[in-house]
């Protein structure tokens, strides 16, 4: 699935504005950004670029503005950060094609640095419109796509850009994250474990009818182990269930067999709060009204046990509602297991890369994705439409 697809080796970039759709969507906190992996993750691009001699123009979407300007999602803060871990300057326009962005774009000289304003601010963006894709692609020589966090979304700044600019190639992050999730569907090392968790089924139904085929052990916790064990015929009382997954999830456990693995005991609460009374129960023996919030002791130490036997490991989804502290053992515990794992170990993004970089363990697993939805529609088998638009010149 990495194969044909071209990378910054196929472009010159000397002299030339290179028009770079990075994922610098990160979380803000009054003005400061809050998490910087994705802006970490684009750097190798950026570097590569302005070594090459290019005049770099970053574009990004930040947060759901809807097509109106919020100052809040300015992306001002992002460029002041993105700045310090540069070690360059970097120029923010006050506008995504208008004068300003036409201004910026023009001033640079060879490796300077400009980013754009929040490419949503603009309604045209999500709906990839093709003026306003022109319009953009005015901005630069080149194109290049490295933002695997928006890969999935059939943008102006994903596929409308690259349908009209040539060249028009992958970064380094995008390149390195199809790679890397390619390996894991095309080439899976024994045991071949996948942990799954977070609250909804339906967004994983699709992962996991393809991994079925490959993994040797498929572990699921967080809210979603609630519909499996509620489709084996078990009573969750207040737990969360899709009841409209129940059928699908059925034929799921008759495929997996004996591959499956479902929490033997679950931390439960008396109402959906921080602070609500909770305690540890059989997976079955949940009091009436109470809900499962985070797997069990005891499960967080079997399914510890398969993640460290594991030669390939990917894990998308924590185990419980992990940024309360009363339900955060099992998320924790799944992180250090994966953590002291020896095989290759993947993190399918989201909720599970925050887990593992609040709780210290991102620099023991081999690649933490910056794109949770795109990882999880990677590994469905659907082809990204951002990586089509660049396969197809």
């Known amino acids: 699935m990495s194969s044909g697809l071209p990378t910054l080796d196929d472009l010159d970039p000397g002299g030339a504005r290179v028009l770079v759709r990075t994922d610098l969507n990160v979380p803000l906190d009054n003005g400061r950004v809050t998490d910087d992996l994705r802006i970490e993750a684009s750097l190798p691009t950026i570097r590569r670029l302005r070594d090459g001699g290019a005049r770099v123009v970053l574009m990004s979407h930040l947060g759901r503005p809807k097509g109106k300007v919020v100052e809040e999602l300015r992306l001002a803060p992002v460029a002041e950060r993105l700045e310090e871990l540069l070690g360059a300057p970097v120029t923010a326009a006050r506008d995504t094609i208008g004068e300003d962005a036409q201004r910026v774009a023009a001033e640079l000289s060879d490796g300077d640095v400009a980013l754009l304003e929040n490419l949503r601010f603009d309604e045209r963006e999500t709906a990839n419109d093709r003026e306003f894709a022109q319009a953009l692609a005015a901005l630069g020589d080149a194109y290049v796509n490295d933002a695997f966090g928006a890969a999935h979304r059939a943008h102006a700044s994903v596929v409308g850009v690259p349908e009209i600019m040539q060249p028009a190639v992958a970064g380094e ?178 909720d599970s890369a925050a887990a593992v970089r609040s709780m210290g363990f991102a620099d023991r697993v081999s690649h933490v994705s910056t794109g949770g939805g795109a990882s999880l529609e990677f590994l469905e088998g659907i082809e990204l439409p951002g990586v089509a638009a660049l396969r197809r010149h």
């Open 173 to 350: 992050l995008l390149r390195r994250e199809i790679e890397t999730l390619s390996r894991l569907l095309e080439a899976p090392e024994q045991p071949f474990v996948a942990i799954l968790g977070g609250a909804k089924v339906s967004d994983k139904l699709g992962v996991i009818d393809n991994l079925l085929g490959r993994v040797d052990h498929l572990v699921i916790g967080g809210a979603m182990c609630f519909t499996f064990l509620a489709a084996k015929g078990v009573d969750v009382r207040g737990s969360r269930v899709e009841q409209d997954q129940l059928d699908t999830v059925r034929d799921l456990v008759d495929k997996a067999g004996d591959r499956l693995h479902l929490p033997e005991d679950v931390v439960v609460a008396e109402r959906f709060e921080a602070g609500a009374d909770h305690r540890t129960v059989a997976y079955d023996d949940i009091p009436s009204g109470w809900m499962g919030l985070d797997i069990g002791p005891r499960t967080a130490e079997q399914f510890g046990g398969i993640a460290r036997s594991a030669k390939m490991l990917v894990w998308n989804g924590p185990m419980g509602v992990f940024e309360w502290e009363a339900f955060a053992a099992g998320t924790r515990s799944i992180a250090e297991a994966v953590a002291d794992c020896d095989g290759f170990t993947v993190i399918g993004g989201g």
